[in-house]
């Protein structure tokens, strides 16, 4: 059939139509995303950027390395998976602050770039992350945590643009307790009309949010990393996420993997998982000298079972109690034999992997995490370890008995 000049012109128009339509929708997907904008007419490689788009791709991913000194020593291959290496806050909390903050965007609870606040009770490591992904997102962050904690961590959040409030240590019945402040102050938001933006309170220790980062990323990432084999894995809990977590999905793809709680001096999980009571020697009326937890390590031990502990309490196998003393001289261990510079957590965690390691016998491989540096425990845990020198002097038997 012949086309006439009615049916060239009807085509044209169509055409400068939907060529106008296009453009229209270009430009308003690259002010949601202008670097999408920018890759559009790039190179493959080039494209592939965009999925690496700000400081939120660098979290998750981090290596499983093999502590070579504590493998040589126990004669099983003691693995340690570098959380400190997450590239926002540099710690596992990474993975936690940036599911909570995920999960509120999905539920309309917080606006990207708006006056929305992210209020948290912490001891620094998860008001780092939330602070960090808050500058992010365009958030403003509200910090509460016990003052008894290294500065270094209060100083950074602070430098990160947080609001800090360091609060008097205080039972978690108190409502000064800083997860309590940091709770009311939400509430407190959410009710003055005057205030700009919402409040959102993160709730680390309670909300699904925590358990599930883990379960989604970092016990995927170890099964993967440890070609499919862990015979143990050993963690502390601060507020039970990583250790339920990862104990979930190691347990669901080998069965008979070993779960130990790593706990220091002053935590009831211990008693908790070992007599199926909430109890630690140091609550003797007239011994407690805190409030929380009475231990110099910092992040890991409760006195409490929180939900994100419970939700994975049945399949806690074992449970390692680490002395003040125990984490110092593992601290000091990892830096003179391996090079490894890192926090009290961490120490307490590879000193209940070295003795699960000689409880299971040669041949085993055992998998812990390290949490964070040490550079954020210079002022308090390290003043104590002290400074290292030039020898790598200390022998295995010290490093277990003293």
Same mark, same amino acid.
């Given at each position: 059939?012949?086309?006439?000049?009615?049916?060239?012109?009807?085509?044209?128009?169509?055409?400068?139509?939907?060529t106008?339509?296009?453009?229209?929708?270009?430009?308003?997907?690259?002010i949601?995303?202008?670097?999408s904008?920018q890759?559009?007419?790039?190179?493959?490689e080039?494209?592939?950027?965009i999925?690496r788009?700000?400081?939120?791709?660098t979290i998750?991913?981090?290596?499983?390395?093999?502590?070579?000194s504590?493998?040589?020593? /126990?004669?099983?291959?003691i693995?340690?998976?570098c959380e400190?290496?997450?590239?926002?806050?540099?710690?596992?909390?990474?993975?936690v602050?940036?599911s909570?903050?995920?999960?509120?965007?999905?539920a309309?609870?917080?606006?990207?770039?708006s006056?929305?606040?992210?209020?948290?009770?912490?001891?620094?490591?998860?008001?780092i992350?939330?602070? @960090?992904?808050?500058?992010?997102r365009?958030?403003?962050a509200h910090?509460?945590?016990p003052?008894?904690?290294a500065?270094?961590k209060?100083?950074?959040?602070?430098?990160?643009g947080?609001?800090?409030?360091?609060? @008097?240590?205080?039972?978690?019945?108190?409502?000064q307790?800083?997860?309590?402040?940091?709770?009311?102050?939400?509430?407190?938001?959410?009710?003055?009309?005057?205030?700009?933006?919402?409040?959102?309170f993160?709730d680390?220790f309670e909300?699904e949010?925590?358990?599930?980062?883990?379960?989604?990323?970092?016990?995927?990432?170890?099964?993967?990393?440890?070609?499919?084999?862990?015979?143990?894995?050993?963690?502390?809990?601060?507020?039970?996420g990583?250790?339920?977590?990862?104990?979930m999905?190691?347990?669901?793809?080998?069965?008979?993997?070993?779960?130990?709680?790593?706990?220091?001096q002053?935590?009831g999980?211990?008693?908790?998982?070992?007599?199926?009571v909430?109890f630690?020697g140091l609550e003797?009326?007239g011994?407690?000298?805190?409030?929380q937890?009475d231990?110099?390590?910092?992040?890991?031990g409760l @006195?409490?079972?929180?939900?994100n502990f419970m939700?994975?309490?049945?399949?806690?196998?074992?449970?390692?109690?680490?002395s003040?003393?125990?984490?110092?001289?593992?601290?000091?261990w990892l830096?003179?034999?391996?090079?490894?510079?890192?926090g009290?957590?961490?120490?307490?965690?590879?000193?209940?992997?070295?003795? /699960?390691?000689?409880?299971?016998?040669?041949?085993?491989r055992v998998v @812990?995490?390290?949490?964070?540096?040490?550079?954020?425990?210079?002022?308090?845990?390290?003043?104590?370890?002290?400074?290292?020198?030039?020898e790598s002097?200390m022998?295995?038997?010290?490093l277990l008995?003293?």
């Amino acid at each position: 059939m012949p086309y006439d000049t009615r049916h060239v012109a009807a085509a044209f128009i169509g055409g400068m139509a939907v060529t106008y339509a296009i453009t229209e929708l270009t430009k308003h997907l690259s002010i949601l995303n202008p670097l999408s904008n920018q890759l559009i007419n790039r190179p493959k490689e080039d494209k592939d950027l965009i999925d690496r788009v700000g400081i939120e791709s660098t979290i998750g991913n981090t290596p499983l390395i093999v502590i070579k000194s504590l493998s040589e020593a /126990t004669n099983c291959t003691i693995l340690a998976k570098c959380e400190f290496l997450n590239g926002a806050g540099n710690s596992p909390k990474d993975r936690v602050a940036q599911s909570i903050i995920s999960k509120a965007e999905a539920a309309d609870l917080l606006t990207p770039y708006s006056d929305d606040t992210i209020y948290e009770g912490t001891v620094g490591s998860t008001g780092i992350s939330l602070a @960090t992904l808050c500058r992010a997102r365009g958030y403003k962050a509200h910090i509460c945590m016990p003052s008894d904690q290294a500065m270094e961590k209060s100083d950074l959040l602070l430098k990160l643009g947080a609001v800090v409030e360091r609060v @008097t240590p205080a039972p978690i019945v108190d409502q000064q307790h800083f997860v309590n402040r940091a709770r009311n102050l939400a509430a407190a938001h959410m009710m003055d009309l005057e205030k700009p933006g919402r409040g959102v309170f993160a709730d680390q220790f309670e909300t699904e949010a925590n358990w599930r980062a883990h379960f989604e990323g970092t016990g995927p990432e170890i099964y993967e990393q440890a070609h499919e084999r862990v015979d143990a894995f050993v963690a502390g809990a601060g507020t039970g996420g990583t250790l339920s977590g990862v104990s979930m999905y190691l347990r669901q793809k080998l069965p008979d993997v070993q779960i130990v709680l790593a706990d220091p001096q002053g935590s009831g999980l211990y008693n908790k998982v070992k007599h199926g009571v909430m109890f630690h020697g140091l609550e003797r009326e007239g011994t407690r000298r805190r409030q929380q937890v009475d231990t110099v390590v910092e992040g890991i031990g409760l @006195t409490r079972a929180t939900r994100n502990f419970m939700v994975g309490e049945g399949l806690i196998d074992d449970a390692v109690k680490v002395s003040d003393n125990e984490a110092r001289r593992m601290a000091r261990w990892l830096c003179e034999k391996d090079g490894i510079f890192v926090g009290s957590s961490s120490s307490v965690n590879c000193m209940a992997a070295v003795r /699960t390691a000689l409880r299971l016998g040669p041949g085993h491989r055992v998998v @812990t995490v390290l949490c964070d540096s040490g550079m954020r425990h210079l002022s308090k845990f390290w003043k104590q370890v002290g400074d290292i020198g030039g020898e790598s002097n200390m022998m295995f038997e010290q490093l277990l008995n003293g």
